[in-house]
């Protein structure tokens, strides 16, 4: 079983910045794809950014230029880096690791935090 934990989130004015960590551990040989998403108050859960292993990272575009995701594949970490926020930025943020492998023939499935609130309001 894979867990991921993260940490970071909290209360900011608007205009101001957070950092979103999320570390995954567990039996793993590789994550074909790391992110974030968001859910807020009776929306549905949305992507934020996501990074693939290979490939171009994905963006929402609500978040373009104001978010920065960044991976490390060797600790299996993930980070968002949020500048600018905005009231509506308000949202549980949820990691994700999807396309895990616990060896180079076993696939394992996806696995998701446990969320972190991220309040922008002054």
């Known amino acids: 079983q894979v867990r991921l934990v993260e940490s970071g989130g909290g209360l900011v004015q608007p205009g101001g910045s957070l950092r979103l960590s999320c570390t995954a551990s567990g039996r793993i040989f590789s994550i074909d794809v790391m992110g974030w998403y968001r859910q807020a108050p009776g929306k549905q859960r949305e992507l934020v950014a996501a990074?693939?292993?290979?490939?171009?990272?994905n963006y929402a575009d609500a978040v373009k230029g104001r978010f920065t995701i960044s991976r490390d594949n060797a600790k299996n970490a993930v980070s968002l880096q949020m500048n600018s926020l905005k009231p509506e930025d308000t949202a549980v943020y949820y990691c994700n690791a999807a396309g895990i492998k616990s060896s180079p023939t076993m696939y394992i499935g996806d696995s998701w935090g446990q969320g972190t609130q991220v309040t922008v309001s002054s």
């Open positions: 990074m693939p292993s290979r490939g171009r990272t």
